[in-house]
């Protein structure tokens, strides 16, 4: 019983495509989040979502647009890859009160080549 | 603005010692949260121990222990009688409130290296 899935696990796509990653929760969280986590192991906030509104956009390319059909998932989308979107995409999900932090998803580490 | 440092990129300890990973934090906001994570080479990310900034005693999960020293806005993380599975990235981690979310902002992480 994974609580936060994201697939795929690893994608390696060709400069210019449009590639999704898909993230589900099953632990009834309120609120998810896309973290990016770059080469030197560095991790920035992209996107969150609470009940499937947008609450957090940081500064991303509009190449990179979140959907959140409902408030279990939350997928990304990345138009006209590039180069330096190469790095691993976290999902987490949290609550909206307490103390727990985020549940994060086990990440996907995007190649662009 | 927030910002979490973590000013040891490496550390080494041996097995069965105890390590202190260091944490400090900026920040006006009156209430916040202290995180820390361990991403071992696997790259998941494990939640470790919780803070709160007005919580008085300082927190502990078993081999952890997070030392909170409010006034000079430090959040260390102690592990005691460290193992080779302890060998990870280790990050801290601090939240704010943004609208309905909690933003998460990280440290740049210390690999912890634990030797036989």
């Known amino acids: 019983d994974t609580a936060v899935s994201q697939t795929p696990k690893y994608l390696v796509t060709q400069m210019g495509n449009d590639k999704s990653i898909k993230c589900e929760q099953n632990l009834g969280h309120d609120t998810m989040y896309w973290y990016k986590q770059d080469s030197k192991k560095f991790l920035k906030i992209m996107f969150s979502?609470?009940?499937?509104?947008?609450?957090i956009n940081e500064t991303v390319p509009n190449r990179f647009s979140p959907k959140s059909p409902d408030k279990a998932h939350l997928n990304l989308h990345i138009n006209s890859l590039e180069l330096g979107d190469s790095a691993v995409y976290f999902c987490?999900?949290?609550?909206?009160?307490?103390?727990?932090?985020?549940?994060f998803g086990s990440g996907t580490r995007l190649t662009v080549v | 603005a927030q910002k979490i440092t973590q000013t040891q990129p490496g550390m080494f300890v041996q097995e069965k010692e105890a390590v202190t990973l260091d944490c400090t934090y900026d920040?006006?906001?009156?209430?916040?949260?202290l995180f820390w994570y361990k991403q071992p080479s696997s790259g998941e990310m494990i939640f470790l121990i919780y803070?709160?900034?007005?919580?008085?005693q300082n927190a502990t999960e078993g081999r952890y222990s997070l030392n909170f020293q409010k006034a000079r806005k430090s959040a260390n993380l102690v592990i005691s009688a460290s193992q080779l599975g302890d060998s990870a990235m280790y990050f801290c981690?601090?939240?704010?409130?943004?609208?309905?979310?909690?933003?998460?902002?990280f440290g740049s992480g210390t690999q912890l290296t634990v030797l036989p």
């Open positions: 920040t006006s906001d009156p209430s916040y949260g």
């Open positions: 979502y609470n009940n499937k509104e947008l609450i």
């Open positions: 803070q709160g900034s007005y919580d008085q």
């Open positions: 981690a601090m939240s704010r409130r943004s609208g309905s979310a909690r933003q998460l902002t």
């Open positions: 987490a999900s949290s609550r909206e009160t307490g103390s727990y932090g985020y549940t």
